[in-house]
């Protein structure tokens, strides 16, 4: 259960609904911690920016795993 009440697909940005979109072609479902992310969307292209950095420096999969837990 979240303790924040993250957005939803109704009170999320465009560029937010389709990152939702996105995951729930994915996994099924929208991730908790999109969910919050969502509520500032320039903290959530920060994140996504860390996480490809992280994916394109070479490391390997188990690493960018725990790089970006």
């Known amino acids: 259960m979240l303790r924040i009440n993250g957005a939803t697909k109704e009170n999320a940005t465009e560029e937010v609904r389709n990152l939702f979109d996105e995951q729930e072609k994915q996994y099924g479902a929208i991730l908790n ?37």
């Open 33 to 69: 911690t999109a969910k919050v992310y969502g509520l500032r969307p320039t903290i959530q292209k920060g994140v996504q920016a860390l996480q490809q950095g992280i994916v394109a420096s070479g490391l390997s999969r188990r690493i960018c795993g725990i790089c970006s837990a």
